[in-house]
């Protein structure tokens, strides 16, 4: 995938430093604030992260933060270099130094990533990030994975980007051996290399991207041992599948459904099989109720779950994760409109038997899922997934973080503690008995209906309707709604969820 990071690996601060003057390193520092003396007034914090910094830059450290008033305040960074320097300065600012054992982890990997962002990519082919010098840092395991997630991130390039650089990277860690699971070079890279997956599908152009281009994708995996089926035959899915076969049904000459699936087993006994579910729409006009002109715009994200699950078990795969059965289920279709497309007020059958009352053609995400859900339960896994760009409200309810709900508040509880460590921050969003009651059909022909009667706990409700798809409502499942952070600011995928489900798969 085209991430120009290529190789990752730790060393020892006690070993020397080689520095290569053909190929000058960019040292990125951690620093922290002093606020004990005057809070209104900070200092930066000493540290033997600095003292070591210093000892391979040549210059003296605190007169720089002096003369550039730089004291470590969180999101600000200090970029120091010249031509006599044997080395370019990072230095990254991350606040309080009394608060850092709480400082959030996803802010971890935003300072970093805003601090990168200052420096010109062509000089950024040979790093050196200092993370700990002293083997009782906490933090030491956070830095490393969210510093090499922040420098994968800042060398991704599409593959329509006009320019391609032709520079490789490589990203030297100095802190002490860790006996954490993911302080480890094979687990950076294989995280990097997954985010880079998932935004290089969610960034495809909506002109050239197609269900295809999701089986591609999925086919792909296969050099990894992964094993992929994939069932195109519309036929198939409109018995097997009707909900799903529904949304599909405005593109089915353009570009038709696809079920796809892609399996990883252990090489040891299995003691866990989870299922992710990726919402897969390919791009959404929110059919015959089309969407508003302001919502179209980035519809070609539509398909980020899908997207997240094929980059999960790439990495699984890449690592070998021991014990734990993995298998990614995609309902790939897009939501376009001609004269065969769903119609508000149809009724129509699922896989689980329920029969669903379409009432918005606009909520057409959940409709896949339900039919995608009762499908993966079919395999038996122990633990079931659903990652989805689903629902405004969850937007509007937890902004750029993933809502988290669940059947189960165990497995939730367990997974947000997990997902906030590897740097995807999400927040509960409680499913109650009126979520259910909210989605029942009015219509003597159908049992429930894919918006609710009411316009509030509309995140809830979708996820209600898609829970609703289980066989056995006792089994496990969360569900993740990142509709409200799949994208930047500026319209760029965001790989969100991919180290918060990778990283709970790993910890298992």
């Not at 002096?66 to 010249?82: A, D, Q, R």
């Not at 629902?391 to 809502?403: E, I, L, Q, Y």
């Not at 165990?410 to 969003?429: N, P």
């Not at 709604?481 to 500026?490: I, K, L, W």
Request: glycine share 6%; proline share 5%.
């Amino acid at each position: 995938m085209p991430t120009r990071l290529s190789s990752i690996q730790y060393q020892n601060p006690s070993q020397p430093l080689s520095i290569d003057s053909n190929n000058k390193p960019l040292l990125i520092v951690p620093v922290f604030q002093d606020k004990t003396k005057d809070p209104k007034k900070p200092t930066f914090q000493t540290s033997t992260e600095l003292t070591y910094a210093e000892k391979q830059v040549g210059f003296n450290i605190a007169e720089t933060f002096k003369l550039e008033e730089f004291t470590g305040g969180y999101g600000s960074s200090l970029y120091v270099s010249n031509s006599a320097m044997p080395a370019s300065t990072l230095f990254v600012g991350f606040g309080d130094q009394q608060k850092k054992d709480r400082l959030p982890v996803y802010r971890i990997h935003k300072a970093y990533s805003k601090a990168l962002s200052a420096v010109k990519r062509k000089e950024l082919t040979n790093l050196i990030g200092i993370i700990s010098t002293d083997d009782k840092n906490k933090l030491q395991d956070v830095l490393s994975l969210q510093l090499i997630c922040a420098v994968g991130d800042h060398f991704y390039e599409t593959r329509e980007v006009k320019e391609p650089s032709e520079h490789q990277a490589t990203l030297t860690l100095i802190a002490h051996q860790s006996a954490g699971k993911s302080a480890t070079a094979e687990f950076g890279l294989a995280t990097v290399k997954a985010r880079a997956l998932a935004m290089d599908l969610v960034n495809m152009p909506a002109n050239i991207k197609t269900t295809a281009s999701l089986a591609n994708a999925a086919n792909s995996l296969k050099e990894l041992g992964l094993t992929v089926t994939i069932q195109n035959n519309v036929e198939w899915i409109k018995s097997n599948m009707p909900c799903f076969y529904e949304v599909g049904r405005g593109s089915v000459i353009t570009d038709p459904p696809r079920w796809i699936q892609v399996h990883y087993k252990p090489p040891q006994p299995v003691s866990r099989k989870i299922a992710l579910v990726g919402k897969s729409v390919i791009f959404d006009t929110g059919g015959y109720q089309v969407k508003p002109d302001p919502y179209m715009n980035t519809m070609k994200a539509d398909m980020t779950g899908g997207a997240t699950v094929l980059s999960v078990i790439q990495a699984v795969a890449a690592l070998k994760v021991p014990n734990i059965e993995v298998t990614a289920y995609l309902a790939a279709t897009p939501n376009k409109i001609d004269s065969d497309a769903m119609l508000p007020d149809s009724i129509v059958n699922t896989s689980s038997g329920k029969k669903v009352e379409i009432r918005h053609t606009d909520a057409e995400g959940r409709l896949t899922l339900i039919d995608a859900v009762n499908q993966a339960e079919k395999d038996s896994p122990d633990l079931i997934f659903t990652i989805a760009t689903l629902t405004g409200s969850a937007a509007h309810a937890v902004g750029p973080r993933t809502a988290l709900m669940s059947n189960n508040n165990e497995w939730r509880d367990k997974f947000a503690k997990i997902a906030e460590q590897y740097g995807d921050s999400c927040q509960v969003l409680d499913i109650l008995e009126e979520d259910f009651e909210d989605i029942k059909s009015k219509l003597d022909g159908a049992d429930i209906n894919n918006t609710g009667h009411e316009k509030y706990r509309g995140a809830q409700t979708a996820a209600s309707f898609i829970l609703s798809g289980l066989a056995d409502e006792n089994k496990p499942l969360i569900h993740l709604d990142v509709a409200g952070g799949d994208m930047t600011t500026d319209e760029k995928a965001t790989a969100i969820a991919v180290r918060g489900l990778l990283g709970f798969i790993y910890e298992q």
